[in-house]
């Protein structure tokens, strides 16, 4: 819960924001997101010529998994800190990060693989039909995508914003 002070610093930046992109392509439900993702990088970019792309139903999706208890699988610890903490409790979500488990790290080195992608597939039972938020580790979305793709794991939402290419 923020304090009053901190609620109108949070509107005044949400105003600003809405005052420096204008007109944009996002439909009402997209656009508060975006918007969220630019309060948090202070990237107006992310609004350019729709960087940020949503499947039909993600946010849908993503809304009934999280008040269904989903879990949320993330890849790495910054992710986790930036959640909201009161939310996952509200509905009951259980929030996952492997990534410095040293039984991942055992694996990864065993396997030859990254801690991200070992960390994906050791996750891959809350993987699937939960929500997985990548956003440091391209290996951790491609080992996801990889998980779909074999018909592993079927994510209600998958939010995929690493940094780096590979």
């Known amino acids: 819960m923020q304090t009053e002070k901190g609620q109108s610093i949070e509107d005044a930046s949400m105003e600003m924001i809405e005052n420096e992109i204008g007109d944009h392509n996002y439909n009402e439900k997209e656009w508060p997101i975006v918007r969220r993702i630019i309060h948090s ?71 030859g693989k990254t801690r991200s992608q070992v960390s994906m597939r050791y996750a891959s039972s809350e993987i699937d039909g939960g929500i997985v938020a990548i956003g440091n580790a391209p290996t951790a979305l491609v080992e996801v995508i990889s998980m779909v793709k074999e018909g592993l794991v079927k994510p209600a939402l998958i939010i995929g914003i690493p940094v780096g290419f590979i």
Not at 41 to 67: R, W
């Open 41 to 111: 990088t202070a990237d107006f970019d992310f609004a350019d010529k729709n960087k940020i792309i949503f499947s039909k139903e993600a946010i849908e999706s993503g809304i009934k998994a999280l008040k269904n208890g989903c879990s949320i699988v993330v890849d790495v610890n910054g992710v986790l800190g930036g959640l909201n903490k009161q939310n996952p409790k509200d509905f009951g979500n259980n929030v996952i990060c492997n990534i410095s488990s040293p039984e991942i790290m055992e694996l990864a080195k065993k396997q």
